[in-house]
């Protein structure tokens, strides 16, 4: 190839070294990625490149999914909101300030996208992954989730709204801070912040008719609270939830790291039961950790049960829920409302405290952490984990890697490689006494990106309990025959989209199925074409990465 005709050349061309054609300018873009000396260092990077050249960076994201994605979003995303801030650059998403009530429809039109808006990422900052209220810095979430949403599934960039609702802080370092970006002044009770939301989930549908609206990071009663108070009305789910109705009601709703849990779990339990030579509902699982996002995976993991033909109660009563206190139990004096769920009312002895004597008490096949505690679960537990069972089934789930209650080496160590193990956070394959050990990741990303395109194609109403259903067991059906032989838990992430497709099409049949479909022109297709048809909506940058934007 020879450089730029002179006939041709115009002034911006001119500024193009001349032999640029003969090179990739995808590889430049990684050399100089990796050439940055931490995972903060490597997000500004991208975030500048997302900003000079979009179509670059998706190419450069697609291409390279396993490398970036931790750098979008878990782990990187974590040091990123905490230092929003200081690394502050250019506008790059809506804030919705308390200062807007009143006035949230007219800044909300001060998007660009408008009607043709489809998917929008909110979050209030308050319980930012296990770091705490971010306030105003948790917008990185809401982008990341995004180009998750692109990446992953195929929507289209401008379709995206990242929103953060600049609702004030508790945390007194950030209102301290003389570069905090949001509101300066304590959150709202709960009557400012209903009538706030109400505001804006109204708003939001008037200027944004055709948009699905996924929660992100809210505080857990607010979580729970606003999905109960929206989940009808609106196209709106939560990514770490699953509640139906209100939590004092018996039914489940399953949600985003709910599904993705279950997905796995289907698949370890496979795993596990069968070396043991023991049915599937033999399983007993032990949840470390009871916020909002314990006690929804724990909700939605009574699915696992059900869909063995167990009855809800049944179901229920082979989960058991641990948190700081201990066991617990329905005898205990204030307990939280959304504990009261799974709370055991067949133990009768004193309070059980350690968690080794909860295990003892228990004996659970599977243990799950979403304790956000780094290294709760010691060897001394692992070790009694792997006593009890022929393949104990661990899931250390709290994000960031910092937070996370096991390291991979240690739970293969510990357990001789008998481990049946997947985190929140991504780990590197393990080599043990000659053999190659591959984690699972219960990356949200497996699910949230096909739910979302599904609802946006079936133009769904709402987002039902059966569609993220089976959107979890449509991820669990999608190992490849080498994958399976390989026990993995979960698929390769390399295949995102071509997953995403499958899980979008379960979620359309279900919302078909629910009759919450507005898109009536699917009904007719077989699921082939309709499949065809998915992954020929899901977008792509186009192939210009040879020569850069002036």
């Not at 949001?182 to 939001?204: H, I, L, Q, S, Y």
């Amino acid at each position: 190839m020879s450089a730029f005709p002179l006939s041709s050349m115009s002034s911006a061309a001119a500024r193009i070294p001349p032999y640029f054609l003969n090179t990739d300018h995808r590889q430049r873009v990684l050399t100089q990625l990796r050439g940055k000396h931490n995972g903060l260092e490597k997000y500004i990077y991208l975030n500048g490149l997302k900003e000079r050249d979009p179509n670059l960076f998706y190419e450069v994201l697609l291409g390279n999914m396993l490398e970036v994605i931790p750098i979008l979003y878990t782990p990187t995303v974590g040091d990123a909101c905490s230092n929003y801030s200081h690394i502050w650059r250019r506008p790059e998403g809506l804030y919705i300030s308390i200062e807007n009530k009143g006035h949230i429809k007219q800044v909300l039109r001060s998007w660009p996208s408008g009607q043709a808006a489809r998917i929008a990422v909110v979050t209030d900052g308050s319980r930012i992954l296990g770091l705490g209220d971010l306030g105003a810095n948790g917008l990185p979430i809401a982008i990341g989730k995004l180009d998750l949403y692109i990446g992953g599934a195929g929507i289209k960039p401008t379709t995206t709204v990242p929103i953060c609702l600049d609702l004030g802080t508790n945390t007194e370092k950030y209102l301290t801070d003389p570069l905090y970006l949001g509101v300066r002044r304590k959150r709202p009770d709960t009557e400012e912040m209903d009538e706030f939301m109400n505001e804006f989930m109204e708003a939001m549908k008037e200027v944004f008719p055709h948009l699905v609206v996924q929660f992100e990071d809210f505080s857990t009663d607010n979580a729970f609270r606003y999905l109960d108070m929206f989940r009808d009305k609106y196209r709106v789910f939560n990514d770490d939830l699953l509640s139906v109705g209100s939590i004092l009601t018996a039914f489940t709703q399953i949600q985003g790291t709910g599904s993705v849990v279950l997905s796995g779990f289907l698949n370890a339990a496979r795993l596990a039961s069968g070396a043991a030579g023991t049915p599937l509902l033999d399983q007993r699982i032990l949840f470390f950790g009871a916020g909002s996002a314990g006690i929804g995976v724990a909700k939605q993991l009574t699915s696992f049960f059900t869909l063995q033909g167990l009855s809800e109660e049944e179901a229920k009563s082979r989960i058991y829920t641990v948190d700081s206190k201990g066991l617990i139990t329905a005898d205990r004096k204030g307990l939280q409302e959304h504990k009261k769920y799974f709370a055991r009312t067949d133990y009768q002895g004193p309070p059980l405290t350690s968690l080794i004597d909860i295990i003892e008490y228990v004996k659970p096949t599977a243990l799950l952490g979403l304790s956000t505690i780094q290294n709760a679960f010691t060897e001394d537990v692992v070790r009694l984990m792997s006593n009890l069972n022929t393949r104990p089934i661990i899931f250390p789930l709290s994000n960031p890697v910092s937070l996370c209650e096991l390291e991979y080496q240690d739970a293969i160590r510990w357990t001789n490689g008998s481990v049946v193990f997947a985190s929140g956070s991504p780990y590197k394959p393990v080599e043990f006494e000659g053999t190659i050990y591959e984690p699972g990741q219960g990356n949200n990303m497996y699910i949230f990106p096909g739910i979302g395109m599904g609802a946006i194609l079936s133009k769904s109403k709402h987002i039902t309990d059966s569609m993220v259903e089976q959107a979890a067991i449509a991820l669990a059906g999608s190992l490849t025959v080498e994958e399976t032989k390989a026990e993995l838990v979960y698929p390769r992430l390399t295949r995102i989209r071509d997953i995403s497709a499958q899980i979008a099409l379960a979620v359309i049949r279900a919302a078909e199925k629910d009759n919450v479909d507005e898109n009536a022109l699917f009904r007719n297709l077989s699921d082939d074409a309709l499949l065809e048809y998915i992954k020929a909506k899901q977008w792509q940058p186009t192939n210009t990465h040879s020569i850069p934007r002036l």
